[in-house]
């Protein structure tokens, strides 16, 4: 057998398999989340009444079999009716379920970035939120307050508001939580950004070029978002566009970056 008969045979079998697959995994959610409930004894009276279904069809018992016939088109809407709460637990437990917590945690994370920027924009109000990824932030949480809440539109909106303490200071989020308020990023040397954006900016930028975090900067000039990652910069983003890239962006594995250097009160105070 060479390797021609290898591929034919894994080209003619892979659909199959793959369909079994899926009907395995189905059926194996469906016998797991029920077997608590209340449904478990119906889908036994069910599979009963089919029992007696093929064997009156066996014996040619022609009044069974047209009773039988016409209760199960009926029992099907009733199944329904009745177990409808059963039906939304086990729905809701499917959805809970590790396969899909960590695509719908992503995507509610990036939802609650996206509503707090969207809204600073729009009130002109500036930010500057680092997403930590693959390397540690934690020389630059140290030059800021510890804070450690769960990640929301209302607390970024918050942190963010003029006059504040923190309203100047960078902003770095772990998961789903905000680890720390009024950081200290690098800023960046690099000619990439416009003379019109400051020093915001330029720190948000400093932290994409030593790190592989996710960086958003929301100027207070002008309310334009920003995105930096890798030490690229990209300008006017809507809300559509951001949440795709910061979904895409905790999806992806990062590149390879250079250790984080230490900031400015850091070197002080060493």
Not at 16 to 23: A, S
Not at 75 to 98: D, N, T, Y
Not at 227 to 238: E, N, P, R, S, Y
């Amino acid at each position: 057998m060479n390797w021609t008969d290898v591929i034919h045979i894994i080209q003619n079998f892979w659909k199959p398999v793959l369909e079994i697959g899926v009907f395995w995994f189905v059926f194996y959610l469906i016998f797991v989340y029920i077997k608590d409930s209340g449904m478990v004894q119906a889908l036994k009276g069910i599979l009963i009444l089919v029992a007696i279904f093929f064997v009156s069809q066996a014996l040619q018992l022609r009044s069974i079999q047209w009773i039988l016939s016409h209760l199960f088109q009926i029992s099907i809407i009733g199944f329904l009716i009745i177990f409808q709460p059963e039906l939304r637990r086990g729905l809701a437990r499917i959805g809970q379920s590790p396969l899909f917590k960590m695509f719908i945690k992503e995507e509610k994370i990036a939802d609650e970035i996206v509503r707090a920027v969207a809204t600073m924009s729009k009130n002109r109000i500036g930010a500057l939120i680092a997403l930590e990824r693959e390397m540690s932030l934690k020389p630059y949480i140290e030059s800021g307050i510890a804070l450690d809440g769960v990640l929301s539109s209302e607390l970024l909106m918050t942190i963010f508001m003029p006059n504040t303490p923190f309203h100047d200071g960078g902003v770095i989020v772990q998961g789903n939580r905000v680890v720390a308020v009024g950081c200290l990023f690098p800023l960046s040397q690099s000619q990439k950004l416009s003379k019109v954006f400051g020093t915001r900016h330029r720190a948000g930028l400093g932290l994409s070029e030593e790190t592989d975090a996710v960086i958003i900067v929301v100027s207070e000039e002008t309310g334009t978002i920003s995105l930096m990652v890798q030490g690229k910069v990209m300008q006017g983003m809507d809300e559509e566009r951001l949440k795709q890239l910061l979904f895409e962006s905790q999806q992806q594995p990062p590149k390879s970056a250079a250790k984080p250097k230490k900031t400015a009160r850091q070197e002080s105070a060493s």
